[in-house]
């Protein structure tokens, strides 16, 4: 990296998510529920140059590990991502990325007749398919468009 | 049976089917031995739509097996209006009953109050989703007038939101039948459905035009266009025409064809074919009793 490029510092305690798809990284975000008023530190990279991926996005939040509800889902949009765990400024861990086989809670149907769309107690549930994710109750098949119906708190 | 809810009719495998359609016509064939099967059974209707025919004969078949039946009313004068959510209305009735049965417009209502009751659920209907109890009486009447093997039948009308027409093709998958469906573009089956259909290895045709396949039919079950799926009156009326029967329809058609529909009809099939050989779609509906005091019979008694 020359000295013309803007560096971000290694963090302390947290994680690293890695090798997002470019253009995904916001996504990512509204995954986890960060939106800043949590108080969290977090950089995010967008479009950084890759070897690898020619370009990529880069996500570093301080002061946070990933559950494996979250690193499922992340699966869905950033399937080619890495998690690193990091504890005192090292890797303490590598999550792999591995699809579920159903997501609970973290989708909205997109189907607004869908009972999980009705003030009832009831958490969505979504059965992962090989090319897109299906609602447990109405059925509806969701292919292209799952970042957006990331259900942010 | 081995269910305890009868949520879609994607459950079932053949043997659940013929088992029930076998119950059927025992019952059929001697009402009075089935009089006091389930005399202390009392039978809770959760209708949050209309229904004539569906409620009717849950409720006759309840009675004729000795049983009872105790109905929520209409969402008007329920503690629906109150506010109160489906969980805990559905949870409150399978309090009082020993099985329920649930009608309501959301897709997936059932599936979800599947989860809170632990009394039998039989899905009367949700939304554009599922109507299983109905698709046992099709394949009754289809059984009673076309058999169900080396069967080819067409369905024909609201493909979309049709729930009769879904819960028809998933049943028809566990037989050897040939499916045409028929309808215009914009009401075409839906992409959960074709999915389904597709896993499943059916033999599925789509269509547009019903002269394409009528001639080869052994079936044809027709399905009301609903006036409010059109912005448009008068798209509506050119639609609806179009797949609409009558003797003149029919003339291309196969003597031993057999015409059926959920009911209630509009304009879809005249009332000339009435009064013709072709028409199943009265007997359909009473077939709507036996075959629902057989599915009443065989869940009560999984239950014991």
Redesign the interface.
Known sequence: MSDHELRVSKIRNGTVIDHIRAGQALNVLAILGIDGTGGETVSVGINVPSDRMHHKDIVKVEGKELSQDEVDVLSLVAPEATINIIREYEVAEKQHLERPDRVVGVLSCPNHNCITNADEPVETKFEVLDDGVRCEYCETILRDSIAAHIAVE | MRHDHLITAKQLSREDIEEVLDRAAEIDADPAAFGDRHADTVLGLCFYEPSTRTKMSFETAIKRLGGDSVDMGTVESSSVKKGE???DTARVVAGYADALVLR??????A??VG?FVDVPLLNAG????HHPTQTLLDLYTIRENAGLDDLTIGIMGDLKYGRTVHSLAHALTNFDARQHFVSPESLKLP??VR?DLHESGANVREHTDLDDVLPELDVLYVTRIQRERFPDENEYHAIAGEYGIDLETLEDASDDLTVMHPLPRVDEIASEVDDTEYAAYFEQAHNGVPVRMALLDLMMEGQQ
């Open positions: 959510s489906l969980a309501h417009p959301s897709e997936g209502a599936k979800m989860d949700d939304g554009a989703g992409r959960s999915y």
